[in-house]
Every structure is written in C-alpha cells, then in structure tokens.
C-alpha cells in the first residue's frame, strides 16, 4: 500500500510519474505478480522494464476486432423496471489506504467502472496491486461487470499494461452476456439510458517525454468510426451520458475542447447531454454549457476515489489558460466540494475523496455522489439529483437536487445562479 503522502505536491507530467516508478521498483521488493499469473522476473530486470518505459511511445491501439461476436455494446443485466447500481470511481486506482476504503464503500453495485488513471504509470505490478484481488487489489467488480477507461497515466508506461492486463477482467460477467471490454471505449445500455465511455487518455500525452498536457487531444479514429457506424447516437430518443477521464471544459484547470467538438458533430442539433469525467481531482458540478451545435451539456467531474485532494491555491476556480471568449470565466461552475476533512503534517489541507453511483430505473436517473466519511467505513451521501428522458422526443429533464450537507458546518460551496442551475432548473 501507498502512502498518500507521496502524492501530495505531485507534478502530473509523464516524466515525473515515470521517475517514481523508476525509484518504487528500486527500494521496493521486486514483483511476483500479473493479472494473468506469477512472473520469472528478477529486480535488475524488472528496474530496466521500468526504465524502458521511459517516454511517450504508445502501445498499439485496439478495438474490437470481430464486431460480429462483441462490438463494444454491452446490454444491463438487470430488467429496466429495477434499479441498477452503477458506480462511477475516478483517480482511484493509487493502492492507499483511502482507496481500499472507497473500495469498499463503493462495493454494493451491479456495474462498476474506473473512468482512469493508475499510479504511478499503471504498468503490471500497479494494475495488479489495485485490480487484482488474488494479491490483494480492491477494486469494486461489480455483480453485472465492470469497466474502465484509458487516463494519461496508463499512458506514462504506453498503455500496454491496461490493454493487456486490466482489459481483459473488465465487460459484462453474467453468463451467457459474458464478454470482456476489448478496447478502451464502450457503450453499456438499457431501454431508456446509453452510458458511453469515452476514450480521451491515447492522444493525452504531448512529446516524447510526455511533459505537459496535450490540449489538442481527440478520440482516435477507430474510435470516431465505431461512435458513428455502431453506437449511432441519432437511431434514437434514449438518455445519453457520457464518460471521460478529461474534462471537456473547466473553472479550474486547463480544457481538452476536441471531444466534444466532435460529439457536437455527429449529434442531433439541440440534443442535451449528461457528461461525467475525472482527471481534476475536485467534485464540482456545472450548469448548462452549449456544444456548437446547440446541445446543452450537464458536467460533472465526479472528485478522486484515492488520491489527496489537496486544497491550495491552485484549486480556486480561475479562467483556464485556453479559455474561449463566448463562454463566463468559470464554465458555470454550480458548485464544488472545497470542505476540509483534515491537515497532514498539521499545514497540508486535505479534502475529500468520493465516488458516484448512477441508479437507473425505466426513464429515471438519479445520481448519488458519496464521500468518504471522514474515513470511516460508512459512505455518506453530500449530493443527489434526478433526471428523466422522455423516449418520444429524447428531451432530458433535471426533476430534482439536493445538497445534503446543506445547513451543516461544512457545506459544499455554491456558485453561479444556485444548485438548482445544475439541472437546467
């Protein structure tokens, strides 16, 4: 396990996650393990894999190869007329100790699914600490199945890791609906809702070594091609939610506009959207944005399930850099989560770690967003609203939200025109 103190102050470029796993494969005993079995592997070999992972060389990317057999469309389990659980955890894959207890706090659902990032540049041995529970991972699997998206830090090690290894113990496990997630990009649906992961993390990286965000990143062409071929937003009027590691738009950090100019082009004018994404480490919630086409999109960035959330300076809402001109400075940022859970080493404020559920039921969705309860081993709902889609006309409504810290000492900070703006009421 991790000491989240490690993390405090960290610089998310490539270089600097690379060089931490460069130094754990140095002082720490050599690994034994794989998602699949047991390594012959000795530590000078296993320090120079890690050395060689040095840079911004991307593994080859995959898709789903026979689309006849398993086309990236996973069908729920559970009949429409019940409630699903699905819960949504981001950053989470760090191995701390706030991450195995997120873990467990998340681990009554039908679907669970990792929107990315595993530290420190998710090759072998750091899936395997967090995603294989025959040595001890913790990740949540889900009664249905689980999925997982592609962040930029899989891609510190290339991403070989997370297509060879995680891939293939992520999909649907109901028998004879058994199929794994083959690439990094899926399409989980009922009736009345389509949750579509989207695969931000392959083109997230900028230069050889990775120093610095990419800003001009896009979904990669298979990936364009299987949205529009296969998954074709506009056959119908189902609820559409889509999830990301990046963020599309931001009060706070830099912007990756790319998907969602091309969302905006291959979708109905005017079509609303629910977009939920991680990377930012912070929960905060936004009211309507326009994509060129007219769709209102419904943001969230769901907070981090493991890593600290650390509240500086930095984590004010500001206009990002490549900030456009049409839009207010912070996005309509509705509200975030700036409340303090702690100090470590009695100065570094510490915040809040969480995770998400989606409960599906016929045309209804409500979000839960939980945190972490001052540590203790029972979540705590902060935040819930409710939506329903209108299957005639596609129409998506906000019914409801409630803060439920409200009134409390430590409240969620609201912005813009209030925490009814969040869902277009």
């Not at 083959?182 to 997230?204: M, V």
């Not at 937003?233 to 990301?244: A, E, K, Q, V």
């Not at 931001?250 to 990756?256: G, I, M, T």
Request: charged share 25%; hydrophobic share 35%; glycine share 8%.
């Amino acid at each position: 396990m991790k000491d989240k103190r490690k993390f405090i102050g960290m610089n998310k470029s490539s270089i600097v996650s690379q060089l931490k796993s460069v130094w754990d494969s140095i002082v720490h005993p050599k690994p034994d393990y794989d998602m699949h079995a047991l390594v012959e592997e000795n530590k000078i070999a296993w320090i120079i894999r890690n050395i060689a992972n040095l840079g911004n060389s991307h593994f080859t990317y995959q898709s789903y190869p026979k689309p006849e057999l398993n086309n990236g469309i996973f069908k729920m389990q559970n009949p429409s007329s019940k409630s699903t659980a699905i819960a949504l955890l981001s950053d989470w894959a760090s191995d701390t100790a706030e991450s195995h207890l997120i873990a467990r706090q998340a681990s009554d659902n039908d679907y669970s699914i990792h929107l990315g990032d595993t530290y420190y540049v998710g090759n072998k041995k750091e899936i395997a600490d967090n995603f294989n529970t025959d040595y001890g991972g913790t990740w949540p699997y889900g009664k249905q199945g689980s999925f997982a998206l592609l962040g930029n830090h899989e891609m510190y090690s290339s991403g070989r890791s997370y297509f060879q290894q995680l891939l293939p113990y992520m999909g649907n496990f109901v028998k004879e609906h058994d199929k794994p997630q083959q690439a990094s990009f899926f399409c989980l649906e009922n009736e009345f809702w389509r949750i579509i992961g989207l695969d931000t993390g392959y083109y997230s990286l900028k230069g050889i070594l990775g120093i610095g965000p990419n800003l001009k990143l896009d979904l990669p062409d298979e990936h364009k091609d299987w949205l529009e071929k296969t998954v074709r937003l506009n056959d119908d009027n189902r609820g559409i939610i889509f999830l990301s590691h990046h963020q599309c738009f931001s009060a706070f950090e830099d912007e990756f506009p790319n998907p969602g100019k091309y969302i905006s082009s291959i979708m109905k004018p005017g079509r609303d959207i629910l977009w939920l994404w991680g990377h930012e480490h912070w929960f905060s919630v936004y009211g309507a944005n326009k994509l060129e086409n007219g769709s209102n999109v419904y943001a969230r960035c769901v907070g981090n399930s493991g890593m600290p959330v650390e509240l500086n300076a930095k984590k004010k809402p500001k206009a990002p850099k490549n900030t456009d001109a049409s839009h207010a400075f912070n996005r309509n940022l509705t509200l975030f989560d700036g409340r303090l859970r702690e100090k470590m080493d009695d100065d570094i404020p510490i915040g809040y770690n969480g995770f998400c559920m989606l409960n599906v039921q016929d045309n209804k969705l409500r979000i839960d967003y939980y945190d972490d309860n001052d540590k203790k081993e029972d979540r705590r709902k902060i935040l819930q609203e409710e939506w329903a889609v209108d299957l005639a006309t596609g129409k998506l409504s906000g019914i409801d939200i409630v803060d439920f810290t409200e009134g409390a000492a430590k409240k969620l900070t609201v912005f813009s025109k209030g925490i009814r703006n969040a869902i277009g009421g």
